[in-house]
Structures are given as structure tokens and as C-alpha cells.
């Protein structure tokens, strides 16, 4: 008898040590998928006294225009127009600029890197600068700056 019990012992601290580590690992997901939702907020644009640009959410006073305006999603197929402009114009495959579009912003032309590139194709803003891109927010100039520089790197 003694035996059975060694045994049920042991296995009931088995199964609760790895009930402990499936619900660490559910925490876990959970907070990481948590963290990969995206959101959307207007976007202001602010240039300082010294000429360097801000991006923010948060107007702090005169001189904040607002470049992007809250839930102004689109599908991807409302792209697709742009996409084949700018791939015809620069000679790149429509496909590698979807791919980019994809692995950089998801599509959200509200984005914001945490480096602060902006937008569809994430530009950088010094980028978007020598890419003549004004309003890198905007999807038909961040695609075509973004495709610009592609056919520069290529």
C-alpha cells in the first residue's frame, strides 16, 4: 500500500508541476499576442523652431496638424491600384512590394515603428525626406517613396 501511495504522490506533483507550466505558458501567449494588436489613433505632424519634424497622437499646442485621422483602414485590395503604378513605374514585381508592405507595417498605414519609421512601407523619416516624401501617412506616397528606394537599393 505504501508503494501506491509513493506512486500517486509523485505523479500528482508531476501533473501540477506541469499544470504550472502550461498556464505560465498560456500567460505568456497571451501577452504577447496582446501586444501584437494594432492601433489606430490620429497622428499629428509638428516641425520645431529647429526644423526637426515630431509625430505624435497628442497635440501639445499650436502648430499640430493632423495627418492621419483614427480607423481610416482600407483593404488590401484598395491598394492595388498604387501598387501597380508604382511597380510599373520603377520596374520592381507588384509581389515584392506587397511582401514588404506585409512584413513592415501589415498593411496599417498608421504605423509607427518603435525606431520611428512611418507607414505602409515603414520609411524612415530621413528616407522619406530624400525620397521627396511629404506625408509618409499617406499610402500613395509612403508606396511610392518606399518603391523608390527599392529600385535605388536594387
Known amino acids: 500500500m505504501k508503494n501506491i501511495t509513493r506512486i500517486d504522490h509523485h505523479f500528482i506533483r508531476m501533473l501540477l508541476f506541469f499544470m504550472r507550466k502550461i498556464i ?23 516641425v520645431d523652431d529647429n526644423g526637426v519634424t515630431h509625430f505624435t497622437n497628442i497635440t501639445k ?7 492621419i485621422s483614427e480607423n481610416k483602414t482600407r483593404s488590401k485590395k484598395d491598394y492595388d491600384r498604387i501598387i501597380t503604378g508604382k511597380s510599373s513605374k520603377y520596374k520592381i514585381e507588384p509581389a ?3 511582401a514588404v508592405i506585409t512584413a513592415e507595417s501589415n498593411w496599417n498605414p498608421g504605423a509607427v515603428s518603435n525606431r520611428g519609421a512611418i507607414g505602409l512601407m515603414q520609411l524612415m523619416p530621413s528616407t522619406a525626406k530624400d525620397m521627396q516624401v511629404i506625408n509618409p501617412f499617406d499610402p500613395e506616397e509612403n508606396i511610392e517613396g518606399g518603391t523608390r528606394y527599392l529600385r535605388h537599393l536594387l
Open 24 to 46: 505560465f505558458i498560456g500567460i505568456i501567449t497571451l501577452f504577447l499576442s496582446a501586444s501584437a494588436i494594432i492601433s489606430y489613433a490620429d497622428i499629428y505632424k509638428y
Open 61 to 67: 499646442g499650436k502648430g499640430y496638424r493632423k495627418i
Open 96 to 98: 515584392i512590394i506587397r
